[in-house]
């Protein structure tokens, strides 16, 4: 569907009317210039391209350097005109970013080395600008919305990279939105039969039943909202083709528990109404007990927050509600929050939640206290990721460390046995010192010895992390302890 400038201008003013409508219109302008008589295989211009992943930016809240960056996103690369052009129009932010994007997509891997390699590149982009990796969600998607243009070998590569890669890092940056339509569009290519099969069910086999549903309690319940002066929207969920499926991957779910419940969506002005409107439902319709979830009291550990419950509504149907303000329901949408870790973990409990890096709880902190997200990006920027750096194992494990790390702090930071037995450290696939520093984005594989006696109490001197202090500590002590046993019948 071709669309306009015109359309990304207005959606950027709702998020900002003061955005330089001006320079959003150059920005396009230069663009369309410089794809001129381009084509994408689907036969489109390609600034519809350009123009398509601008939009999802405004969709998205992006600010307008992002959107204008996304218009501009693949120029250097696909056309004659260069960076340097860029940033003598548009300035050093915008072709900042634009580059950003031309480095991600530059080399392109295969298999576990591609997987490590893509990891390793999102995470230095999000280091350097985080805005950089939602151009690159834009792009993605609207790439995937226009696959069927491409050979099945190419398609299936896409689908598996977003799925393995992209859906899970912008659900760790809680840009649901995006992580949905991404899902849904690899789930379409990766699986057409089931996919096929299961919208043919949800979207046309159920829908009239659904929407019927629906509106019965929205009206039963929006009567006896308004009797009690609460202001309030309902909205019906769509549930997500991909996430059913994955529900019935499970065993212990049925197909029919999944599809036969009806969701939905209470948004009220504030906290005190949650819970009358908690009260209301309760009254109306007898409540499954164990389903029922006060994320308001106790928020869950990435800061969401809403009141959830299953009861049998009418015709004795299970129905679901979540309860919440309208500012939960625009953290729940938009934030950045860390569902990632016990959707993925989904049956364990939320215990694993330490196990959650540090500079995610500081994002999701930064996300509750920023004002806008131009705010967020720059403090993201500069307390989280200026003292940190990533480092990848071969496995494609990432290792956030402080600044300064050496293969010492990582080898602990993988397993204690590791950081005991390791003696040497291939960095980049070269052969390392123990304490050399290591640099963002390295790659490092520790070299371990079964047969070394352990830690050297040498290694206290450079290492940095407190764990690996701790362990080292521990176990020289051990061992001298044990030297002076060993000492004691040649004394005797
Ligand atoms: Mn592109």
């Known amino acids: 569907m071709a669309i306009s400038i015109n359309q990304i201008i207005n959606k950027v003013k709702e998020n900002n009317p003061r955005a330089d409508e001006t320079m959003i219109r150059l920005a396009f302008e230069f663009a369309e210039k410089a794809h001129h008589q381009q084509l994408r295989k689907s036969g489109e211009p390609y600034i519809q391209h350009s123009l398509h992943t601008a939009l999802i930016l405004a969709q998205i809240k992006a600010d307008e350097e992002t959107v204008m960056a996304g218009l501009l996103h693949d120029v250097p690369e696909d056309t004659e005109i260069e960076l340097k052009d860029i940033e003598k129009n548009f300035g050093k932010e915008i072709a900042g970013l634009v580059e950003g994007i ?12 591609r997987y490590i390699e893509s990891l390793r590149k999102m995470f230095l982009a999000m280091a350097r600008d985080l805005r950089v990796i939602l151009i690159k969600f834009a792009d993605r998607l ?43 569009l690899c789930f379409k290519h990766l699986f057409p039969e089931e996919y096929r099969k299961l919208e043919y069910k949800y979207e046309v086999e159920k829908k009239v039943e659904r929407n019927r549903y629906i ?22 969920r769509f549930k997500h083709l991909y996430s059913i499926y994955q529900k019935m991957q499970k065993k212990d779910r049925k197909f029919d528990e999944i599809y036969d419940v009806f969701a939905l969506r209470v948004i009220v002005n504030n906290i005190p109404d949650c819970y009358r409107v908690l009260g209301i439902i309760h009254s109306l319709w007898k409540p499954k007990a164990s389903r029922f979830k006060d994320y308001i009291a106790v928020s869950k550990p990435n800061g969401y927050r809403s009141l959830h419950t299953t009861v049998f509504g009418p015709e004795g149907k299970a129905t679901e509600f979540q309860i919440r303000t309208k500012e939960m329901n625009d953290e729940a949408l938009y934030g950045i929050s860390a569902h990632w870790y016990y959707k993925q973990k989904s049956g364990s409990n939320y215990e694993d939640d330490h196990k959650q890096p540090k500079w995610v709880k500081e994002i999701l902190r930064i996300q509750r206290e920023a004002a806008n997200s131009q705010d967020f990006v720059k403090r993201v920027k500069f307390d989280v990721f200026a003292n940190r750096i990533f480092i990848f194992t071969p496995k494609g494990d990432v290792f956030d460390l402080p600044e300064g790390s050496t293969p010492v702090d990582l080898a602990y930071a993988v397993h204690t046995d590791v950081g005991h037995f390791a003696t040497s450290a291939l960095v980049n696939d070269k052969i390392a010192a123990l304490n050399q520093s290591l640099k963002n984005g390295d790659l490092v594989e520790i070299i371990t010895d079964k047969k070394r006696k352990g830690p050297n109490r040498d ?20 061992s001298s302890f044990e030297a002076i046993r060993n000492l004691l019948p040649r004394i005797g």
């Open 459 to 478: 290694w206290l001197k450079f290492v940095k992390t407190q764990r690996a202090r701790e362990k080292i500590n521990h176990a020289t002590k051990a």
């Open 215 to 236: 509106q019965k309690v929205k009206n039963i319940l929006g009567g006896k909202l308004s009797a009690a002066q609460i202001k309030f929207e309902i909205e019906g």
């Open 142 to 184: 609207h790439n995937l919305r226009t696959l069927d243009a491409l050979p099945e070998k190419k398609r299936e590569r896409i689908a598996h990279e977003t799925l393995e890669i992209y859906a899970p890092i912008a659900g760790l940056l809680g840009i649901w939105r995006l992580k949905w339509q991404m899902e849904d």
């Open 102 to 113: 031309t480095k991600l997509s530059k080399i392109k891997f295969r298999g576990v080395e």
